[in-house]
């Protein structure tokens, strides 16, 4: 450990944490609940679902004992900065690092999942993970990771704002969850299952169409290209996720984006991501989109593509498409036919326009708690940068 100013201390992770190892046989240790990689949210501390030990098979990894208080860390695709914080004792796979505090006189129990959201320590697990198509970082690649550690008091005034937060953020996302949850039901209430179901491939114009990807680099040239992250809840959203590629003028021109082009999620290491769509409802003609993603241009004198991006990710709807997704290392996928064969219900004309009036009014207040979210995230983040920020 170094010595640093005003009382903090250069320290190693490896040095203040300790990776518990503590193995459990499933059928014998009593333990009810397990979490699995999906039950564990990106930036999200509480653990918010589980499953049940004994209603399926589990498999050989999933041997490894957590208790409250401890931190679960996803080793697997560390880029999903997947930290959670157990409030209850269960079993989670050897691919899920189960971390507590060496020593609780250094480092607070209640600090170490701070110290774990900071983006220098999430590059660091990015930067030493192994394998490209499941990168995985080993412990041994996070124990040499150093920050400074500040004195033990000064711990316990981060953990009190930090927390305040933390809150805050996690109740304005809850709050977020719920408005999308009352989409999905205002969708239902228009009684989808009652509408005739009619196949992509009579629905556009155009597509579908996968993309291209060319080198992306980190200097900016080229022109702008997308990332699967970018759709999201029905839109395509380029605030943080555009890179950069160079690519020749006939290609761009083939793969240039438009307002109203539908993008679908074409392969994903999370099956419930897979076959996601999103509309563009910006001006991006300057930007194209990759291999993973895949362009429908709907023919709006039959359905409105705003309300097409609506009615694909509908539960019922998106699940009927997944069950096509194929699975190869990992990584779930779906292809042009699935596409063309997969159905969407098709309301007539005058009720599409009462469910795009509908859901723009229910967007409308969506966007006032998303405003809201962002504002609590970035003062999260901001906390979380002075954290990092040397001693």
């Known amino acids: 450990m170094g010595e640093g100013k005003l009382g903090w201390r250069r320290v190693k992770f490896g040095e203040v ?29 509480r653990i918010r679902s589980w499953g049940d030990v004994g209603d399926g098979y589990l498999g050989p990894a999933f041997h ?30 050897n691919t899920t690092f189960v971390l507590e505090s060496a020593d609780p006189s250094l480092l607070l129990p209640e600090f170490l999942p701070f110290v774990m959201q900071t983006d220098l320590f999430h590059e660091h697990s990015r930067r030493e993970s192994k394998g490209s198509v499941n990168p995985y970082v080993n412990f041994s690649d996070l124990a040499w990771y150093e920050f400074d550690l500040p004195p033990l ?6 953990v009190q704002v930090l927390s305040i937060a933390e809150n805050v953020a996690q109740a304005l996302l809850d709050a977020r969850r719920s408005a999308h949850h009352i989409r999905r039901r205002l969708l239902e209430s228009f ?18 169409q996968n993309g291209v990807s060319p080198q992306c680099n980190d200097q900016r040239r080229g022109r702008p290209t997308l990332a699967v992250g970018c759709v999201y809840s029905g839109v395509v959203n380029t605030e943080t996720e555009l890179k950069h590629s160079e690519i020749d003028d006939t290609s761009f021109e083939r793969f240039r984006l438009r307002r109203d082009d539908v993008l679908v999620v074409r392969g994903n290491g999370n099956r ?3 076959g996601r769509a999103g509309i563009v409802v910006e001006e991006l003609s300057e930007c194209f989109y990759p291999d993973l993603l895949i ?9 409105d593509p705003a309300l097409a991006s609506q009615l694909w990710n ?8 997944i069950r096509r997704a194929k699975s190869t290392n990992g990584i779930y996928k ?39 979210t962002a504002g609590a995230l970035h003062m999260r983040a901001q906390l979380l940068k002075l954290l990092a920020a040397p001693a």
């Open 17 to 45: 944490v300790r990776h518990v190892k503590a193995k459990v046989d499933p059928s014998t240790a009593g333990l009810e609940r397990y979490v699995a990689g999906e039950h564990m949210q990106t930036d999200d501390l």
């Open 64 to 93: 490894m004992h957590f208790k409250p208080g401890q931190v679960l860390y996803g080793s697997r695709r560390t880029y999903l900065r997947k930290v959670a914080v157990a409030d209850f004792e269960g079993i989670c796979a």
């Open 153 to 158: 008091g000064e711990q316990g005034r981060l």
């Open 191 to 208: 009684n989808l299952n009652n509408l005739p179901l009619v196949p992509v491939a009579d629905l556009v114009t155009s597509g579908p």
């Open 272 to 274: 419930e991501l897979v």
């Open 295 to 303: 362009r429908l241009r709907f023919n709006p004198e039959k359905l």
């Open 314 to 321: 509908c539960v019922p709807v998106h699940a009927s498409l």
């Open 334 to 372: 779906i292809n042009g036919a699935d596409i063309r064969a997969h159905q969407l219900p098709l309301p007539p004309k005058q009720m599409q326009v009462d469910m795009l009036e509908a859901l723009n009014t229910h967007g409308q207040a969506v966007q006032a708690v998303d405003t809201r």
